[in-house]
């Protein structure tokens, strides 16, 4: 059972920066996919970015230039650097893995606000 689990959220004033992390309990490099979606306040659960087994990465227009996805295949962690945060960018992050028989698996999610 693959397990989950995020933490780096908070508050953060627009402009600044959070860094969130997602530790798998599985071999994340065993994964189709693994990423990170959200969903703001009365929003649709929404892609953020993610990583393909092969290393192609993959990012929603919106956070194009201000969000950065890494892998730690040593630690099984998957981390979102997010600079430049804006007001809209306010929602709970969740992380997602998609095993190679694409299996779904998400995280319970960590909150982000980003306000003055």
């Known amino acids: 059972q693959v397990q989950l689990v995020e933490s780096g959220g908070g508050l953060v004033q627009p402009g600044g920066s959070l860094r969130l992390s997602c530790a798998a309990s599985g071999t994340i490099f065993s994964f189709y996919e693994i990423g990170w979606y959200r969903q703001g306040p009365g929003k649709q659960r929404e892609l953020v970015a993610n990583?393909?087994?092969?290393?192609?990465?993959n990012y929603a227009d919106s956070v194009k230039g201000r969000v950065t996805i890494t892998r730690d295949n040593a630690r099984n962690t998957v981390n979102l650097q997010m600079n430049n945060l804006k007001p809209e960018d306010t929602a709970v992050y969740y992380c997602h893995a998609k095993d190679m028989s694409y299996m779904n698996y998400w995280g319970k999610g960590t909150l982000v606000t980003v306000s003055s």
């Open positions: 990583i393909l087994s092969g290393g192609r990465t």
